[in-house]
């Protein structure tokens, strides 16, 4: 029988075709801004990395399902910082940083060949997810735009990636009301959530959203962003109990194990609020900087009231943008690789050292 490649079914990885942008922005005499990714530049704070370091000496295989401090740490960080309530240890999940479990969540669900909705503009692990299970992928932001076949999987991002846009109470009772009618699986990528500028965002395990009830709901959380432990893998999902035991059924046959010290710094970084408070801090600052220096140099930027995020434009094809900001030594990412939606906005990243933040806020200002 002739074999697919599996990579046959995927678009072409999106920051590949960025080489060339990349090469002339690191041709500035002062070096390359490189704002195109989400990547943390500040350090792990010092309790979490000691966490790490004390339990580095453990040699046994970690738990799939993490530690019963872990788990504790989960349940009671969410509650505490965003207001969910009605978890228990059962029904939160480590795994190996989100992007992970996003790309595998509909295969290790045993969604295939379904209909699988991500949003108009969207993170591209998305597409990937369902694309990876052999499902039919749509773009639409509406419940109108689904159209009458019912998904078997609807991604949510709020705050979003790219775009910084925060969906309110009310636009999320209303998908998690479609969805539970319908039997629908609702994801919901909630890595920016402790990010919120403009606007508090709230997360579909948030009373006022879901009444307490979590059935088919899948909350998607990151300490990549907050706590900068992007390098760690750190994540985990929280809701529906039976969905998660499904998924940690799967995930202990596939050997898929937060590691035992990460988990260890995981616990750290939750119960610690003051380490996240700072790191919010300094993106704050970072984000007002650009911000002004963006609207200075005649952009106009929308949607952007949390995230790590600012998306902007003037205008025209995002891929000019990209080439402009280029030329002033900036490497930013060009909106078409979130949907087609994008194709006249960039996005700038806020991850970049305060002297970076300055040095491109100096040469918008040039």
Same mark, same amino acid.
């Given at each position: 029988m002739a074999r697919t490649p599996l990579g046959s079914r995927l678009p072409d990885f999106p920051w590949d075709t960025l080489a060339g942008a990349k090469q002339r922005a690191s041709e500035h005499p002062d070096g390359i801004v490189n704002l195109s990714v989400g990547t943390p530049v500040d350090p792990v704070a010092p309790g979490i990395q000691l966490a790490l370091m004390d339990a580095a000496a453990e040699p046994g295989y970690p738990q799939t399902a993490g530690t019963e401090e872990l788990r504790a740490a989960i349940v009671s960080s969410l509650k505490r910082r965003y207001g969910m309530t009605g978890l228990t240890p059962s029904s939160v999940l480590p795994v190996v940083g989100t992007k992970e479990a996003i790309a595998w969540l509909p295969t290790l669900l045993g969604i #295939?060949?379904? *209909?699988? /909705?991500?949003? @108009?503009? =969207?993170?591209?692990?998305? @597409?990937? =997810? &369902? *694309?990876?299970g052999a499902n039919r992928v749509l773009r639409a932001d509406s419940l109108l735009a689904v159209g009458p076949e019912t998904p078997a999987l609807l991604f949510l991002n709020s705050p979003s990636n790219p775009t910084g846009k925060v969906l309110g109470v009310d636009h999320l009772r209303k998908v998690v009301s479609w969805a539970q009618e319908r039997g629908?699986?609702?994801a919901s990528d909630e890595c920016y959530l402790g990010l919120g500028w403009d606007e508090e965002p709230v997360s579909i395990l948030d009373p006022r959203v879901c009444d307490g009830n979590h059935t088919g709901l899948l909350a998607i959380h990151s300490l990549s962003k907050t706590s900068n432990l992007a390098s760690y893998r750190a994540g985990f999902l =929280?809701? !529906? +109990? !039976?969905?998660?035991? @499904? %998924? *940690?059924?799967? #995930?202990?046959? %596939?050997g898929l194990m937060v590691p035992g010290p990460i988990q260890a710094a995981m616990v750290a970084a939750l119960n610690d609020d003051d380490q996240e408070a700072a790191q919010k801090n300094r993106y704050a600052q970072r984000r007002a900087k650009l911000m002004r220096a963006l609207l200075s140099a005649g952009?106009? /930027? +929308?949607?952007?009231?949390a995230?790590?995020?600012?998306? &902007? +434009? #003037?205008? @025209? !094809?995002? #891929? !000019? +943008?990209v080439d402009w900001f280029a030329a002033r030594g900036i490497l930013v990412a060009p909106g078409d690789f979130y949907g087609p939606a994008g194709q006249h906005y960039v996005r700038v990243a806020l991850t970049g050292t305060d002297e970076r933040i300055d040095a491109a806020v100096a040469r918008l200002a040039a």
């Open positions: #295939r060949d379904s *209909l699988v /909705v991500i949003p @108009e503009v =969207a993170y591209p692990t998305y @597409e990937v =997810a &369902a *694309l990876v629908v699986i609702v =929280a809701g !529906d +109990t !039976d969905l998660i035991s @499904e %998924l *940690l059924g799967v #995930r202990k046959h %596939l952009f106009e /930027v +929308t949607e952007s009231s995230g790590l995020y600012l998306w &902007a +434009t #003037r205008g @025209e !094809d995002c #891929r !000019d +943008t």
